[in-house]
């Protein structure tokens, strides 16, 4: 069974940088696509990032394009969302997700990741 664990969350002020972490266990991933998303209050969840492993490519939501950046690390079993310049409109819940599957990861919605984590909170006050 494929279990994801985030952690990193914080609160931090505006301009800051954090940096998240999804340790993933249970499975080999090479065939996983990796992602990250967020909801905030009231809000629908979001995607933010997502990660071949195989390959390393990465995709981003345009709202974090140039700020976020996703990375994995094999030997770790570990994926990363280097977060930064947060604002506050980043503050949510940040979820790790993941699948089995050979479909780009822009075709994926959050309804086709099959595992996810608990959730980590970042809060960006202004």
């Known amino acids: 069974q494929v279990q994801l664990v985030e952690s990193g969350g914080g609160l931090v002020q505006a301009g800051d940088s954090l940096r998240l972490s999804c340790a993933a266990s249970?499975?080999?991933?090479?065939?996983?696509?990796m992602a990250w998303f967020r909801q905030a209050p009231g809000k629908e969840r979001e995607f933010v990032a997502a990660?071949?492993?195989?390959?390393?490519?990465?995709y981003y939501d345009d709202s974090v394009k140039g700020r976020f950046t996703i990375s994995r690390d094999s030997a770790k079993n570990t994926v990363y969302l280097q977060m930064n310049n947060l604002k506050p409109e980043d503050t949510a819940v940040y979820y790790c997700?993941?699948?089995?599957?050979?479909?780009?990861?822009?075709?994926?919605?959050?309804?086709?990741?099959?595992?996810w984590g608990q959730g980590t909170q970042v809060t960006v006050s202004s």
């Open positions: 997700a993941a699948v089995s599957t050979a479909l780009s990861p822009l075709l994926l919605g959050s309804n086709d990741y099959r595992y």
């Open positions: 249970g499975s080999t991933f090479s065939t996983y696509v």
């Open positions: 990660i071949r492993w195989s390959a390393g490519s990465s």
